[in-house]
């Protein structure tokens, strides 16, 4: 991670761009000063740099679900680290969060994957990978508290319309079922 390029994203040598704004900045670093509290920093963890807001790409490993720097999503370059004993420990602790935006299986065994992803509480599941693989015709969008609808594809365009059902039936028996229902006859 040391050798993670950071700098103007319109650069080509650059992997990692700033934060939005320092605000979020301040808030990646109050939860990764958690995590190390409650964990142990493996890698990064401080802000890089004096000029823009600039956060080091950090692993934390061993933070418990207590911690804030697990229980809230803290867009930034942070993964935490975490070992389990079984599938079910694993499915346990991963949907025992609040959050479910994107998860990832690593796994050779593909049967496995499927059941796997399928159980997780997640909006988006990468098999294999981290990063969601972006496709104009796939929605990507969270569940439980995580994103609010969906982005992408047609079912992003949910969040701009309203749906309107209007049933009609016409010519002689609508007329004669209008009348019915308006005189309060079956």
């Not at 569940?143 to 982005?151: A, D, F, T």
Request: aromatic share 6%.
């Amino acid at each position: 991670m040391a050798k993670v390029s950071l700098g103007d994203p319109l650069e080509k040598h650059t992997f990692q761009g700033p934060q939005v704004d320092r605000t979020q900045l301040a808030h990646i670093q109050k939860l990764v000063d958690a995590g190390k509290a409650d964990g142990t920093l493996l890698s990064g963890g401080h802000r890089h740099g004096t000029k823009g807001a600039y956060m080091e790409p950090t692993i934390l490993m061993n933070v418990p679900m207590s911690s804030d720097a697990y229980k809230e999503e803290i867009f930034g370059p942070v993964v935490i680290v975490n070992t389990f004993k079984n599938e079910a420990e694993a499915l346990e602790e991963a949907n025992g969060m609040e959050f479910g935006l994107f998860s990832s299986v690593y796994t050779k065994d593909l049967e496995r994957a499927v059941r796997v992803a399928k159980a997780l509480e997640s909006g988006a599941v990468g098999v294999n990978c981290s990063v969601p693989l972006r496709a104009l015709d796939m929605p990507i969008g969270g569940w439980k508290q995580s994103g609010i609808g969906r982005e992408l594809s047609l079912h992003g365009l949910d969040l701009y319309t309203e749906l309107k059902t209007i049933f009609i039936k016409y010519g002689k028996d609508a007329t004669a079922l209008a009348n019915n229902w308006h005189s309060g006859e079956p």
